[in-house]
């Protein structure tokens, strides 16, 4: 759970979801989200060596592939003007699991991220690295841990949605189009300084 506390452009993606398209929509974002945070974790919990340095050196093409998207997304949350019939239908679920799941998989820092995960909870179990059956244990949480997280943010935005359905749906799109924009530019700005440097 702690792994998939919602920071970042995908996090204000799924909030977005459950809050305009319900939990259904919600949901399967997350599990998008999920899913691609597993794979991050096999790569590094198992010593993937060879796919831990393909997606390192494809790095900068992957942030401007996210920093293009991102900047998309932005633009559709600010530009949509859904009238609450609109928001009552959910997208469709494979639509919500890919754009999660490639959006967050074209961050190839969750991997430095995943070692110090790992790296500090082997010193915590035991001073040592974990074992294979820990390490497998400890990956098929993580998805689990992530849909539990966000089930429960789920439920507490469908409450907020249903005492006021009307009041922050506008600035709602506003608030997550400029996250997603401005980091969607950051992104497109930190690969051409990766490319140069």
């Known amino acids: 759970m702690a792994v998939a506390l919602p920071y970042g452009p995908v996090g204000?993606?799924?909030i977005r979801r459950f809050y305009l398209f319900g939990m259904g929509s919600?949901?399967?974002?997350a599990l998008g989200n999920a899913i691609s945070d597993g794979f991050y974790a096999i790569v590094i919990g198992f010593g993937l060596h060879r796919i831990h340095h393909f997606l390192l050196s494809i790095a900068t093409y992957a942030e401007i592939g996210a920093g293009i998207a991102l900047i998309y997304l932005g633009y559709k949350a600010v530009t949509e003007n859904?009238?609450?019939d609109e928001q009552?239908?959910?997208?469709?679920?494979?639509?919500?699991?890919t754009s999660t799941f490639f959006i967050n998989l074209m961050n190839p820092t969750l991997l430095?991220?995943?070692?110090?995960v790992f790296t500090i909870l082997s010193k915590i179990l035991h001073g040592s690295p974990m074992s294979g059956t820990?390490?497998?244990?400890?990956?098929a949480g993580i998805p689990v841990g992530t849909c539990l997280l966000w089930f429960?943010?789920?439920?507490?935005?469908?409450?907020?949605?249903?005492?006021?359905k009307h009041g922050l749906v506008e600035r709602i799109n506003y608030v997550t189009g400029a996250i997603l924009g401005i980091?969607?530019?950051v992104l497109l700005v930190l690969s051409v300084v990766h490319a140069i440097f």
């Open 112 to 116: 430095f991220s995943f070692a110090l």
């Open 88 to 97: 009552e239908q959910e997208k469709h679920p494979l639509q919500d699991i």
């Open 26 to 29: 919600g949901m399967y974002s």
């Open 12 to 14: 204000f993606v799924i």
């Open 82 to 84: 859904l009238s609450m």
């Open 152 to 164: 429960g943010i789920g439920f507490a935005i469908r409450l907020l949605r249903h005492n006021n």
């Open 183 to 185: 980091t969607g530019a």
């Open 134 to 139: 820990e390490t497998a244990v400890f990956i």
